[in-house]
């Protein structure tokens, strides 16, 4: 129980750290870049019948 606390706090402490000294990217706008661009190469299906 104690390393987990430990290995949390320091995660949190090192997360703090990275993300007021270094440029972070969003992950949700990344994804959801992501899948508009997959939603717009995406190809209608043809009416050939």
Not at 1 to 8: A, N, T, V
Not at 35 to 42: L, N, P, S
């Amino acid at each position: 129980m104690l390393q987990f606390l430990l290995g949390f706090a320091l995660g949190n402490v090192v997360g703090m750290y990275l993300a007021q000294n270094y440029d972070i990217p969003d992950l949700a706008k990344k994804l959801e870049d992501i899948k508009r661009d997959v939603e717009a190469k995406k190809k209608p299906p043809s009416d050939k019948s």
